[in-house]
């Protein structure tokens, strides 16, 4: 069975620097001017496994939902959930099973054979599985550079912490995850009425005054583009009313006449 720990060859209880020193000693075996482009493939494996143990949150929380399912590998668990193709419940668990595998381009099949962000394994899955299944899957789309699904999931995974904490110490994080897409990536990656509606997501979250005073700077500078000038007026004095020493605000009152 295939598993971090496995792949970087260190024991359950090795220290950092015994899996910084592991995962050194692999990675130049996989050197491109080695193993070439097939050692693309296991060197993402590697790296996943590496920031994921090097990671003392990130860490706890990968021992903490893998040892879910360390006993029910005595048969062909994978299987039997496969078999099993037109029941939801099943597959969100195989979703979840290839995740924890290191299988995750087989998990996004699955998932969107299942239907994608249509697919609400929330009603499948136990809260808790839910919860860490969404998160590593958001992780998986990110990397491959589909920026809004995992905004989406994040945004939902967030809405939900806010009802009943699960994550505690780890929601930070989530949090920053969800604000890099926002900044890095989102915009370029949607069309404009989607951007609206994504900062507007993002407004019901419940961040704090600064951040939200951001997301409505954002907002009037993409409605400007719109041409829904009284609109951005009114989300631009709404930004300003949260944070009157909000940065990178001239362009836009020039243009407001703000």
Known sequence: MTNYYELLEVSRNASTREIKSAFREKAKKLHPDIAGDKGASEMRKLLAAYETL????????????????????????????????????????????????????????????QGGLNFHMEKFLDREDWMDCTFILAEELSKRKRYYESFVLLVKL???????AYFKHFTEEIENFLKEIVRLHLRQNVDTDTYVDCLEALLDLGFNSQYEARILRSLAETFIRMGELSSAEKVFREALKLDP?????IQLRRKLHV
């Open 54 to 113: 090097a990671d003392r949150n990130r860490r706890y929380e990968y021992d903490r939902i893998y040892n879910r399912f360390s006993g029910k590998n005595r048969f062909n668990y994978r299987s039997y959930l496969r078999e099993r193709w037109n029941d939801p419940v099943s597959q969100s668990k195989l979703i979840f099973f290839e995740l924890l595998h290191l299988e995750e381009d087989s998990a996004i099949t699955i998932w969107e054979e």
């Open 245 to 249: 020493k909000l940065p990178n605000t």
């Open 158 to 164: 967030i809405r939900e912490e806010r009802v009943q």
